[in-house]
């Protein structure tokens, strides 16, 4: 699709060292001729979300990451169905009526991380991989027990601490391990430049039966991948969902 007229777009995070979308969504602009560009904003506290939108008159959709997919709510003036059901977003559409001033505008919030982790991790289900281990509590981890969901696959959240609904790292027992065969690290753990950390799960527990699905993409290979491979897990990163979400943002910025 051709845009008519200068447009920006851009990811709101802290930080962005890590980020992938700049480089994907410039790319595509040069290579389709689109007068658009991709901007990075590194603001350090979501309070400094509208400096952004009155810094910046042409922006017209934003991508939402760590650790803003669920401060970002309030902001919004709408929200997509799946993004209200999650209670995270990570995509932002400004939308302006014709002629309307620049400052004029509203704020809806979507939720593609959905799409892009159920599209990615589908292929890779089968028969013994019905019940998963959610790694993190945070705003991704909504948005895999939604995709988990819609492919029928039931789910438990860990964290450091338990509560209701939440089982903690220290309850990883053999017979949990055993019978959830899929485990999907949704925390930063492990992130460049950290790249020595990893969750706390027993990994001598896993087997060649396991999917281990890292929702992180830089490095390639975490420690999280790399530990749970030396016992034979099947291993998979984030990047083909970042990309399966970032096609799904532009069609939400341009429908």
Not at 49 to 72: R, S
Not at 146 to 158: I, N, W
Request: proline fraction near 5%; aromatic fraction near 10%.
């Amino acid at each position: 699709m051709k845009i008519e007229h200068h447009r920006v777009y851009g990811l709101i995070g802290f930080p962005l060292s890590h980020s992938f979308s700049r480089g994907f969504f410039n790319d595509k602009f040069a290579a389709e001729g689109i007068d658009a560009e991709y901007v990075n904003f590194e603001i350090p506290d979501i309070g400094d979300l509208m400096e952004v939108f009155d810094e910046t008159p042409d922006l017209a959709g934003l991508n939402v990451t760590i650790p803003y997919k669920e401060q970002i709510i309030p902001y919004m003036d709408s929200l997509d169905e799946e993004a209200r059901q999650i209670g995270a977003v990570n995509v932002v559409k400004v939308v302006r009526e014709d002629g309307a001033s620049d400052d004029d505008f509203t704020l809806v919030g979507y939720n593609s991380d959905v799409v892009g982790f159920r599209d990615s991790i589908s292929p890779l289900l089968n028969a013994e991989r019905k019940r998963a281990l959610i790694l993190g509590t945070g705003g991704a981890s909504k948005a895999v027990a939604r995709g988990l969901e819609t492919l029928g696959v039931e789910y438990v959240f860990v964290s450091r601490t338990r509560r209701n609904g939440v089982v903690a790292y220290d309850d990883l027992t053999l017979e949990i391990i055993a019978s959830h065969k899929i485990i999907v690290n949704t925390t930063p753990l492990g992130m460049y430049p950290h790249v020595d950390e990893c969750p706390d799960i027993p990994y001598e527990y896993l087997t060649p039966d396991h999917l281990c699905y890292d929702l992180l993409y830089n490095p390639d290979v975490t420690l999280f991948m790399k530990k749970a491979s030396e016992y034979g897990a099947e291993t998979k990163n984030g990047l083909e969902m970042l990309l399966l979400q970032a096609f799904e943002s532009w069609k939400i910025w341009n429908k």
